[in-house]
């Protein structure tokens, strides 16, 4: 039994006639006869009395589920419409709590145009984004490195710097720069997950000689920034996490030479991919975004 056979089973039974359901079909009246016969086989009863032109108690029960098949194609046809024009869907993103931020403004946006795409980012630590990208737990990630994965596009979208942070009542703070020599004699606040900007930082001080005192470490960047606030030592983030405080003033950034560590953030996704028009739809408000921003927006694909 398919859609074919049932929309010509309820074209008889609404006509109550074989020649003018035909009509209605554009088919000729054998056909439709022929179409029927086939259905009653596969069934194996009798849906119409020829002679009354009525239905009969099995014609009935399946008038009732052939409306409802029917119209379940004709709202499958009208949702599909929807995903097309941008009135349903979801954009599923995976980001950690940095890389998060960047998002912000870019969702906004999106939001902004398509309020009816229901939009899930899932926080994700940075070394498994990729991973979640390929296994489609994601359609989308964003992260603050080059992914090793061949099968994944990365495209950058943001350029963001590491920046040393203090609070105003420290000794830093006024002069507004310092050496890695005098961050030596500092106690430094740490984020306790390990990455390949942490590793830099470390490996920039064993390159000097200079001692690193990381002394803390903390879950969060949330968590950094406030307990760096209250006094406690320095800490090194990336500017895009402290952009508020260092304009109210609750933070100060102080200027080191021998740390200009370049960030850049990636939008990918996977090569191969049929990505949904909701995905879609996000690369090129974000393109549109890095246009009307310019930098530190931007939107560069890399090429493997």
């Known amino acids: 039994m398919d859609l074919f056979q049932l ?3 309820l074209a008889v039974a609404e ?19 022929q179409v029927i016969a086939k259905l009653e086989a596969e069934l194996g009863e009798m849906l119409l009395e020829r002679s009354a032109g009525k239905l009969t108690d099995a014609g009935k029960v399946l008038l009732e589920y052939a409306h409802k098949m029917l119209n379940l194609r004709k709202d ?8 097309r024009s941008l009135h349903r869907g979801r954009l599923d993103l995976a980001a950690n709590e940095y890389t998060c931020l960047y998002l912000l403004p870019v969702l906004d946006a999106f939001r902004q145009e398509h309020p009816q795409i229901k939009v899930a980012v899932q926080r994700t630590l940075a070394s498994r984004i990729a991973d979640e990208v390929q296994s489609h737990s994601v359609e989308m990630g964003v992260v603050s490195f080059r992914p090793e994965d061949p099968q994944v596009v990365s495209t950058v979208v943001y350029r963001d710097e590491l920046v040393c942070v203090v609070s105003p009542t420290h000794a830093l703070a ?8 005098r961050l030596g004699r500092e106690t430094f606040v740490a984020h306790n997950v390990p990455s390949p900007l942490r590793q830099k930082v470390i490996a920039t001080f064993q390159r000097r000689k200079i001692p690193l005192q990381m002394e803390v470490e903390l879950p969060s960047l949330e968590a950094i920034k406030r ?7 320095v800490a090194l983030v990336p500017r895009l996490t402290v952009e508020g405080e260092l304009e109210s003033g609750t933070l100060v950034a102080v200027q080191v030479p021998e740390l200009q560590v370049e960030r850049k953030l990636r939008l ?10 909701a995905a879609r739809e996000f690369l090129r408000i974000v393109q549109a975004h890095a246009v009307a921003h310019g930098d530190p927006f931007c939107f560069v694909l890399e090429k493997g």
Do not use: C, I, Y
């Open 174 to 181: 006024e002069a507004g720069k310092a050496s890695l020599v």
């Open 7 to 9: 929309e010509t089973f």
């Open 76 to 83: 499958a046809g009208a949702a599909l419409a929807d995903l």
């Open 227 to 233: 307990f760096v606030q209250r006094g406690n030592g």
């Open 268 to 277: 990918v996704h996977r090569k191969q991919a049929v990505m949904s028009h």
């Open 15 to 33: 006509e109550r006639s074989f020649s003018r359901a035909a009509a209605r079909l554009h088919r000729t009246q054998p056909a439709v006869s």
